[in-house]
C-alpha cells in the first residue's frame, strides 16, 4: 500500500466527511494568498496549504528537489519535471506532517498562518502551463449516440473508432481555471432552410463532461511511450469541461473537424489529483473487441471509478443536477490514449494536456452533453424553476463535480465552474 493512501489516516486539520479532500488526497495546485503571492500549494479539508512558506522553514528538506525554487513558482511545471519519485516523496512528506498523531507541525512554535490559509481566502490559480492540448473521442456511448443522431443508426460509429483513440490537436490558450466566465462564441452556421451561412452568437451552446491528465514527463521527437510506462509520463487528472458550439460544428467540422466550435474556452477544475491518489479506485477498462494492435494492449487496471456530475444553475436559480456518469466507462483509457499519441515519434512536453472527450454512460441520465441529454433538442429538460433546457442559455452556471468513493475514503476534485456570458 502506498503510505499516504493508508484509508486510517486522519488529520489534525479538521475535514468534513464529504470533503473532496481528507489527507488521502494531497492535491497539487497554485493559488495567491492575501499577501498577493502566488505559489505552489495543497489542499487538505478547507485549508490550502503554501508549500513555499512550509519549504522554507524546513518541513520539506531531504526529498530530493530543489523545494524553495520548485514550490515558489506561480506554476507546477518545474515540480512535475522533477519526476515520479519526487511527486510521491513529497505527497508522504506532507501527510506524515499533518497526520493526526504527527506533532511536529501542530505543537510547534511556529505561526501556522505563515503556511496554512482557508480556502475562502486564497485565489486558484492555473495550475501548469499548457504547451499543448489534446482532445480525444474515446467514449463509445458517446460516439455511437452522435453517430445515430447525425448519421446513419446502423453504422453509427466510423470504421477506424475501435481500432484507435481518435483524437484532435487543439488550442491551450482558452484553457482556464474554475470560476472563468465565458462568452457566448460568434461564428458562422448555416440553418437547414438557408442556401448560404449566417454569421451571429451560436445558439447551441453546449457542455462536454470529461476528465483530462497532465504530461509529467517530456519526451524527444521521434520517441514513444509504451502503455506499459505511460502511468510513469502522467502527473495527475482534473475535471474538464470543454464547452461547444454545435450549430457552428455541423458547418465547420468537414472535412478537418472542429475549429471555432471547440476553441472558445474550456474549463479546468484548479486542483490535480495525482494518480497515486487515484490508485485504491482502479477499475477495468470495458472489454475491447475487436483485439487492439500490439502497441496499444496492456495488463492490469487501466481506468479510474470516478463519479462525474453536472448541474445547470440559472441566473437566480437553484442548482440542477443533469447528468451523473463515470470515468470507468472510457472505452479507451489513459495508457492507450498516450501510446497511441506517441507511436508516431510526437514528442510530448511536461505540462501537456489531455481530455478523455466526451464521458456519456449506457443510459441517458448518463449521457455527458446537452446534446445527448435534450437529444439535438428534442427532448427538453425542465429544471426545478419550470423553465426549459435544449441547450445552455446566457447566465446560465455550468458546474461539473468529480469524485471517488468507497466504504472507507471519498477523494475529489473540488468544483469546475463557469457561466455562460452573453456573446460581445
Not at 508549500?51 to 507546477?76: C, H, M, S, T
Request: aromatic share 10%.
Amino acid at each position: 500500500m502506498i503510505k499516504a493512501n493508508n484509508p486510517d489516516l486522519e488529520s489534525w486539520i479538521e475535514v468534513s466527511v464529504d470533503s473532496d479532500f481528507p489527507i488521502q488526497n494531497i492535491p497539487f495546485g497554485v493559488a495567491t494568498f492575501k499577501n498577493g503571492k502566488t505559489h505552489c500549494a495543497t489542499r487538505i479539508g478547507d485549508v490550502v496549504i503554501d508549500l513555499y512558506e512550509l519549504a522554507g522553514l524546513g518541513y520539506l528538506d531531504n526529498i530530493g528537489i530543489d523545494d524553495l525554487r520548485v514550490f515558489k513558482q506561480p506554476l507546477l511545471n518545474d515540480f512535475i519535471a522533477c519526476g515520479k519519485a519526487a511527486w510521491s516523496v513529497t505527497r508522504e512528506r506532507i501527510s506524515e506532517l499533518f497526520q493526526k498523531d504527527n506533532l511536529t507541525l501542530n505543537e510547534a512554535d511556529i505561526d501556522q498562518s505563515v503556511f496554512m490559509h482557508a480556502t475562502s481566502e486564497v485565489t486558484m490559480q492555473m495550475p501548469v502551463k499548457i504547451g499543448d492540448y489534446t482532445d480525444f473521442y474515446s467514449s463509445i456511448e458517446h460516439a455511437t449516440n452522435v453517430g445515430t443522431m447525425f448519421r446513419d443508426p446502423d453504422n453509427a460509429l466510423f470504421p477506424n473508432w475501435k481500432h484507435l483513440p481518435v483524437g484532435y490537436h487543439g488550442r491551450s490558450s482558452s484553457i482556464v481555471i474554475s470560476g472563468t466566465n465565458i462568452h457566448r462564441p460568434m461564428g458562422q452556421t448555416k440553418p437547414n432552410d438557408a442556401d448560404v451561412p449566417v454569421y451571429g452568437p451560436t445558439r447551441l451552446f453546449d457542455f462536454e463532461l470529461e476528465m483530462a491528465f497532465i504530461v509529467g514527463k517530456s519526451t524527444k521527437l521521434g520517441d514513444q511511450i509504451s502503455t506499459e510506462d505511460a502511468e510513469d509520463s502522467i502527473f495527475g487528472m482534473v475535471v474538464f469541461n470543454d464547452l461547444s458550439a454545435r450549430d457552428i460544428q455541423r458547418w465547420e467540422y468537414v472535412p478537418l473537424g472542429p475549429f471555432l466550435a471547440k476553441n472558445f474556452g474550456s474549463i479546468i477544475s484548479p486542483w490535480i489529483v495525482t494518480l497515486e491518489a487515484l490508485d485504491p479506485f482502479r477499475v477495468d477498462t470495458p472489454t475491447q473487441d475487436p483485439e487492439v494492435l500490439p502497441y496499444l494492449k496492456y495488463t492490469g487496471k487501466k481506468s479510474y471509478d470516478i463519479h462525474l456530475e453536472v448541474l445547470v444553475q440559472p441566473e437566480n436559480g437553484s442548482e440542477n443536477k443533469v447528468c451523473h456518469s463515470n470515468f470507468k466507462y472510457m472505452y479507451w483509457n489513459m495508457a492507450q490514449q498516450l501510446a497511441h499519441h506517441t507511436v508516431n515519434g510526437c514528442n510530448v512536453n511536461v505540462g501537456d494536456m489531455m481530455a478523455s472527450g466526451t464521458i456519456s454512460g449506457p443510459t441517458p441520465e448518463s449521457y455527458g452533453s446537452m446534446l445527448e441529454l435534450s437529444w439535438k433538442g428534442t427532448k427538453p429538460l425542465k429544471l426545478s424553476d419550470g423553465s426549459e433546457r435544449k441547450f445552455i442559455l446566457d447566465n446560465d452556471t455550468i458546474i461539473m463535480r468529480g469524485y471517488c468513493k468507497n466504504n472507507v475514503v471519498r477523494i475529489g476534485f473540488g468544483d469546475c465552474i463557469t457561466k455562460v456570458l452573453p456573446a460581445k
